[in-house]
């Protein structure tokens, strides 16, 4: 394995990822450099086989095509099994079965399905780790590979101030639950009407506000699709365009999260602007999920033994 596992990374046997801030800074900090050093292996066509032989449920319980592809292919490049399996957790067999059936065959089960809640039944009641490919509540692994692009262009996520012009959501949400374990400042750009309430989410890294202005001193800044059924007249103000880019700073990093809605939270003139790095960032799913799965597997055999 490529991680040695400090007495401060070392924990219990079981390496769930379900929320972004199960992740210790010291840990994001390790997953990410290695996704920057996976991402030249990747371009340089020599990808370690590091994770060789690990047996890996991929469930897919929910919509959505990006980061399940980017496992799939990222496992089998790395030299593990992965394996389809056409579970929901929302169908006839109670969640504590189906754990003890994919106990049976699988070392990791990585899974995106509705509901946070039947995810961490789930884990309750696996002893594979399990692995948070989204919910709607959170997207722990898409902030995690943003995460991993933003290091690899500046060489530090330490410091950063990331605005997400976003509602309350799952990207939100997995942004926000990264203020908690890192030393980064998210602040959310909507009206009041959409901003994140939970107590377990506020903490002294993130604030909440309807000042545009907000974006002009960012270092990344996010979007996410509008809320559905609402009038374009209330959100417009937020729409993020080329001429708001340019009121930005000159090194900002624009990521909005796709699937995108050209026109509606991001003009088209944004979709082409130097500053937009949508594509080459979520290249990063990849790179973040297989570093995320050595560290796990390193975990584990470090618990294990």
Known sequence: MFFTVSGAMAVSAVSDFLEFHDLSADAVRAIIERAGALDEAWRERRMPQSLEGLRVALIVDDGG????????????????????????????????????????????????????????????????PVINARTRSNHPCETLGDLAYVRAKRGSVEGLKIVGVAPDANILRSWVEASISLPIEVVQVYPEDW?????????????RSTDTRELEDADVIFTDSWPGGIAESALADYRISAAVLNRCRPDAIFIPCPPVARGREVAADAMTYPACQSAAAKAFLLHAQNALMEWIAAREISASR
């Open 65 to 128: 095509w990006r980061n399940t592809t980017a496992f799939d292919l990222g496992i089998q490049a790395m030299g593990g099994i992965c394996t389809h399996a056409p579970v929901s957790l929302g169908g006839r067999e109670a969640i504590a079965d189906l754990a003890g059936y994919l106990d049976n065959w699988f070392d990791m089960i990585v899974i995106r399905t509705p509901e946070l809640a039947s995810l961490r039944e789930l884990a309750a009641n696996a002893h594979a």
């Open 195 to 207: 901003h994140v309430s939970d107590p377990a989410l506020l903490n002294d890294s993130f604030r």
